[in-house]
């Protein structure tokens, strides 16, 4: 149980493009999911937290502008990178909480983004 | 502001000894700790969960928690070269709130 999948797994885009990854519970309700981002060899680093039907709470330092997140229901959560520049070339990596007290977070397999 | 510390090795052991990892944290608020287990260019997978003082075994994985300390660690008995990864000590201090990640150890197993 606790699956949570990402989608797309790899992308490539020109400078300038918007880049759309999906980020799904498969088999549980997340009340939260999580956006980090990884760069190679580096920690993983929180961008922002999404609750279902509100708006996304960003960390100090992401442009809520640039990283527009969308948690539309209990299953689903979309983070689109607008207007990518080669900077935003990263590991990007979702994760969700289930119901209940004590959540576990757990991760997604992660989407490797490339801005040409 | 929550932290969480790990020494960031690499920690070399041999086939076979015991792995031994070390988390410390800040925040005496803190009630549900976790490890996780990322290969290189993998996302991180959940290894092992504790919310209570003492020790919680899980085949060759023991988790340890001394809240008193602040210390939180984990074991893994009969290291094999697959268990070569970087570890992730992460502690959560409330429901729905962020976990705070640790840099993480990495781990080469030596066959």
């Known amino acids: 149980g606790a699956v949570v999948s990402q989608h797309p797994s790899r992308v490539i885009c020109k400078s300038g493009t918007s880049v759309k990854i999906e980020c799904r519970s498969l088999?549980?309700?997340?009340?939260?999911m999580f956006w980090y981002r990884q760069f190679p060899k580096k920690s993983l680093m929180l961008m922002a937290t999404?609750?279902?039907?509100?708006?996304?709470?960003?960390e100090q330092g992401v442009e809520k502008d640039k990283f527009l997140i969308n948690h539309a229901s209990l299953t689903l959560s979309t983070l689109t990178v607008t207007s990518a520049h080669p900077e935003d070339s990263s590991f990007y990596i979702c994760?969700?909480?289930?119901?209940?007290?004590?959540?576990?977070?757990?991760f997604g397999p992660g989407t490797r983004l490339l801005v040409l | 502001q929550k932290e969480v510390e790990q020494n960031s090795g690499p920690l070399s052991v041999p086939e076979g000894a015991i792995a031994s990892l070390n988390c410390t944290y800040s925040?005496?608020?803190?009630?549900?700790f976790f490890w996780y287990r990322q290969y290189s260019g993998k996302s991180p997978e959940l290894i092992m969960s504790?919310?209570?003082?003492g020790d919680k075994e899980d085949g060759r994985f023991t988790a340890q928690l001394n809240k008193a300390s602040q210390y939180v660690s984990l074991l893994i008995r009969d290291s094999q070269p697959s268990d070569s990864a970087t570890y992730l000590c992460?502690?959560?201090?409330?429901?729905?709130?962020?976990?705070?990640f640790g840099k993480g150890t990495r781990l080469s197993v030596i066959a």
């Open positions: 992460a502690v959560e201090n409330s429901g729905n709130t962020p976990l705070v």
């Open positions: 088999d549980f309700q997340a009340t939260t």
């Open positions: 994760s969700a909480t289930t119901r209940g007290g004590q959540e576990t977070q757990y």
């Open positions: 925040d005496r608020g803190s009630q549900s």
């Open positions: 504790i919310y209570s003082n």
């Open positions: 999404s609750n279902e039907g509100s708006k996304a709470t960003y």
